[in-house]
C-alpha cells in the first residue's frame, strides 16, 4: 500500500527536533517544489550544454558544465533536507513534472533562447525558494531556512550571470556612474 506523497514515514522513534509534524510536512512541501525546479533547471542546462551551438559555443557549453553541476549537488542537499524532516523526497519525472513550476525544453532553441529560458528557471526557482523560505523561517527551522538562502542566493546569481551575457555592451553615461 503506497501513501500519499507528504504523508510522513512510519518509523521507530518519533521525530523530536522542535518543529511539529504539520510544520515539518509543509516545509517538506516547499522544499519538494524547489527539488522538483532544481532538477527541471537541472535537466535543461545540461541539455542545453550537449546541444549548444553557435558563436558563443565556447562560452556557454562551460558555462552551462558549471551551472549543472552546482544544480545536480544542490538537489541532493534539498533531497536530504526532505528526509530529515521525515518525509520522502520526491525522485520520479512524475512527480518532478506535477511539482515543478520550471517547464521542460522540446526543441533546441538558439544560444540566446536557452540563455533566456535557463533566466526564466532561475528566477521561478528563486520565488518557489523565497515561499518555502517563509514557511520556514515561521516554524523556526533555521537549518531549512539557511539552505534556501543559499538556493536563494545561487539562483539569482546564476541569473544575473546569464542575463548580463544578454546586455548590450554600452558604456555608462556619467548619470549612470552616480
Known amino acids: 500500500m503506497k501513501a500519499s506523497k507528504a504523508a510522513a514515514e512510519v518509523r521507530a522513534m518519533p521525530i523530536n527536533i522542535g518543529i511539529e509534524e504539520k510544520d515539518r510536512k509543509q ?58 524532516l521525515g518525509f520522502p523526497a520526491p525522485g520520479t519525472y512524475k512527480e518532478f513534472l506535477d511539482l515543478a513550476s520550471v517547464k521542460e525544453e522540446s526543441g533546441i532553441p538558439t544560444g540566446e533562447g536557452m540563455i533566456q529560458q535557463l533566466v526564466q528557471g532561475h528566477e521561478a526557482a528563486t520565488r518557489t525558494a523565497r515561499a ?47
Open 132 to 178: 518555502a523560505f517563509t514557511v520556514a523561517e515561521d516554524a523556526d527551522d533555521a537549518p531549512s531556512a539557511d539552505l534556501l538562502t543559499e538556493r536563494m542566493d545561487a539562483h539569482e546569481k546564476t541569473a544575473w550571470m546569464l542575463r548580463s551575457l544578454l546586455a548590450e555592451d554600452k558604456p555608462m553615461t556619467a548619470a549612470q556612474k552616480a
Open 27 to 84: 516545509i517538506a512541501e516547499g522544499l519538494s517544489k524547489l527539488l522538483a525546479d532544481t532538477f527541471t533547471v537541472y535537466l535543461k542546462t545540461h541539455n542545453f550544454h550537449w546541444n549548444v551551438t553557435g558563436p558563443m559555443f565556447r562560452t556557454l557549453h562551460v558555462m552551462f558544465e558549471e551551472q549543472y553541476n552546482e544544480l545536480w549537488a544542490a538537489t541532493d542537499v534539498i533531497a536530504e533536507r526532505i528526509r530529515a
